[in-house]
């Protein structure tokens, strides 16, 4: 079997299946990195067989939820696995498919152009090539900048240059892919009061999150800067900066004025810090800087609802995203000002747009709701505990109020399956929202039905 074969056989499975190649790539991934988390070199304890398909599923679809302590259950060895499921998930099944099929300098089909473009939200098929190089470049490099500002930044705690390495990259790798896994026991709750880290982490996972599309709309505008040309922000771009900024505000001020009083132990300094950092980490990233078990029952409630909406499209963050929660926006100010065509910034949206998102947010909260009476069962613990882990599994998110070790192997089994189905279910939607509607070859009788 040479390598031209290999090629042809998967791009050709890719180009007809582009939904199971996005499914089955997750699966074999997952699998993988199971059997060598299982490994025995991969942990100083033996792991479970659950434990071990937990961790790889949380690390595949860059959630952050664990069951065994990362930096100090796991040996570097078994730490590396994790990282490498960590950039693997965070570059996209379909996206890193189709990297490996350039390498084999072949061609992407039409069909198969088509089913990348919804992942990576080009508009023309012939700029797949070029966004999935984009991705790879731009993903590599961020992560590269931020492991040498970590390792500026944490050269006075680490006495080994080895291990300050591996501290830096994994930690930047981890953000920038918004997976949220630390290796530092408490994850960053040491460092609730450093401005710098609170930075470069918050920026790795913005970066990460606002998607490709709105990375490359940056890169051509510091080109035309250059050039003195004149570009403009496409639409999405424009959306998803002003949701992103507005959810960022929006939240770090409710979190203040919601533990202000809780997390009096903090200077005003660490409360301004911690209440941005919880309200960017939230979608989806997963670190904490303070102990969200300890958090008031409305913070909780608020962070919920960040992991619910997530980050955006295109990017490694997981949710509904927040051009969802603006359709969402727009549909409801059109409905109540009764105008038939929704617009925004001098542009009309396809109304199949709204179709669409509300069938996502149906769909997404009906998964949650099933989760989350499942786990109410089989774990028998508190109500907003288990809602906000079943949010943040199915949101990809990690972050955990301290029951996700304490789960029945049943629990652990729902919450991989959350983080596996939250991390696909957006973009399998996406796709199966791209195909061409079938039309009824009979046109049946129109009847008015009452709703309210």
């Given at each position: 079997?040479?390598?031209?074969?290999?090629?042809?056989?998967?791009?050709q499975?890719?180009?007809?299946?582009?939904?199971?190649?996005?499914?089955?790539?997750?699966?074999?991934?997952?699998?993988?990195?199971?059997?060598?988390?299982?490994?025995?070199w991969?942990?100083?304890?033996?792991?479970s067989?659950?434990n071990?398909?937990?961790?790889?599923?949380?690390?595949?679809?860059?959630?952050?939820?664990?069951?065994?302590?990362?930096?100090?259950?796991?040996?570097?060895?078994?730490?590396?696995?994790?990282?490498?499921?960590?950039?693997?998930?965070?570059?996209?099944?379909?996206?890193?498919?189709?990297?490996?099929?350039?390498?084999?300098?072949?061609?992407?089909?039409?069909?198969?152009?088509?089913?990348?473009?919804?992942?990576?939200?080009?508009?023309?098929?012939?700029?797949?090539?070029?966004?999935?190089?984009?991705?790879?470049?731009?993903?590599?490099?961020?992560?590269?900048?931020?492991?040498?500002?970590?390792?500026?930044?944490?050269?006075?705690?680490?006495?080994?240059?080895?291990?300050?390495t591996?501290?830096?990259?994994f930690?930047?790798?981890?953000?920038?892919?918004?997976?949220?896994?630390?290796?530092?026991?408490?994850s960053?709750?040491?460092?609730?009061?450093?401005?710098?880290?609170?930075?470069?982490?918050?920026?790795?996972?913005?970066?990460?999150?606002?998607?490709s599309?709105?990375?490359?709309?940056?890169?051509?505008?510091?080109?035309?800067?250059?050039?003195?040309?004149?570009?403009?922000?496409?639409?999405?771009?424009?959306?998803?900066?002003?949701?992103?900024?507005?959810?960022?505000?929006?939240?770090?001020?409710?979190?203040?004025?919601?533990?202000?009083?809780?997390?009096?132990?903090?200077?005003?300094?660490?409360m301004?810090?911690?209440s941005?950092?919880?309200?960017?980490t939230?979608?989806?990233?997963?670190?904490n800087?303070?102990?969200?078990?300890?958090?008031?029952?409305?913070?909780?409630l608020?962070?919920?609802?960040?992991?619910?909406?997530?980050?955006?499209?295109?990017?490694?963050?997981?949710?509904?995203?927040?051009?969802?929660?603006?359709?969402?926006?727009?549909?409801?100010?059109?409905?109540?000002k009764?105008?038939e065509?929704?617009?925004?910034?001098?542009?009309?949206?396809?109304?199949?747009?709204?179709r669409?998102?509300?069938?996502?947010?149906?769909?997404?909260?009906?998964?949650?709701?099933?989760?989350?009476?499942?786990?109410l069962?089989?774990?028998?613990?508190?109500?907003?505990?288990?809602?906000?882990?079943?949010?943040?599994?199915?949101?990809?998110?990690?972050?955990?109020?301290?029951?996700?070790?304490?789960?029945?192997?049943?629990?652990?089994?729902?919450?991989?399956?959350?983080?596996?189905?939250?991390?696909?279910?957006?973009?399998?939607?996406?796709?199966?929202?791209?195909?061409?509607?079938?039309?009824?070859?009979?046109?049946?009788?129109?009847?008015?039905?009452?709703?309210?």
């Amino acid at each position: 079997m040479n390598r031209k074969f290999v090629a042809k056989t998967f791009s050709q499975f890719l180009i007809q299946k582009p939904l199971t190649t996005l499914v089955l790539s997750f699966l074999i991934i997952i699998l993988i990195g199971t059997i060598l988390l299982k490994l025995p070199w991969s942990t100083f304890q033996d792991i479970s067989f659950i434990n071990a398909l937990f961790t790889a599923t949380s690390a595949t679809c860059v959630t952050g939820l664990i069951v065994q302590d990362t930096g100090s259950d796991f040996t570097l060895f078994g730490q590396i696995v994790i990282l490498l499921l960590i950039q693997l998930g965070g570059l996209g099944i379909m996206t890193g498919a189709a990297f490996v099929y350039l390498f084999f300098k072949k061609g992407i089909g039409i069909k198969a152009g088509s089913g990348l473009k919804t992942i990576l939200g080009e508009e023309y098929i012939t700029e797949v090539r070029s966004a999935i190089k984009f991705i790879v470049k731009t993903t590599l490099l961020i992560e590269a900048i931020g492991a040498i500002l970590l390792f500026i930044w944490w050269r006075s705690i680490f006495l080994e240059t080895s291990q300050l390495t591996f501290y830096s990259i994994f930690h930047s790798v981890s953000a920038f892919c918004n997976a949220g896994f630390s290796l530092f026991r408490n994850s960053l709750e040491n460092f609730r009061g450093d401005i710098a880290l609170n930075v470069v982490i918050s920026l790795l996972i913005i970066l990460g999150g606002i998607g490709s599309l709105v990375l490359r709309d940056f890169q051509k505008k510091i080109t035309s800067f250059f050039k003195k040309e004149k570009t403009r922000w496409t639409l999405h771009s424009k959306l998803v900066l002003i949701s992103t900024l507005c959810l960022i505000f929006l939240g770090a001020s409710l979190f203040y004025v919601f533990e202000r009083e809780n997390l009096d132990f903090l200077t005003g300094k660490e409360m301004v810090l911690t209440s941005f950092f919880q309200s960017i980490t939230a979608r989806t990233a997963g670190f904490n800087t303070v102990n969200i078990g300890k958090l008031t029952s409305p913070t909780l409630l608020l962070l919920t609802f960040l992991m619910f909406i997530g980050g955006a499209p295109a990017g490694t963050a997981g949710g509904i995203k927040v051009i969802s929660l603006v359709l969402i926006f727009l549909s409801i100010i059109s409905f109540f000002k009764r105008k038939e065509e929704i617009s925004i910034f001098g542009r009309s949206l396809p109304k199949i747009y709204f179709r669409n998102v509300f069938i996502l947010a149906s769909v997404y909260l009906l998964f949650c709701l099933v989760i989350f009476s499942l786990l109410l069962y089989t774990e028998k613990g508190e109500f907003e505990k288990i809602l906000f882990e079943t949010f943040s599994a199915v949101g990809t998110v990690g972050l955990t109020t301290g029951i996700t070790s304490q789960l029945s192997n049943t629990g652990k089994i729902l919450i991989t399956i959350s983080m596996f189905v939250g991390r696909l279910l957006p973009l399998s939607l996406a796709i199966l929202g791209s195909r061409e509607i079938i039309k009824a070859k009979i046109a049946f009788p129109e009847e008015k039905i009452i709703l309210g």
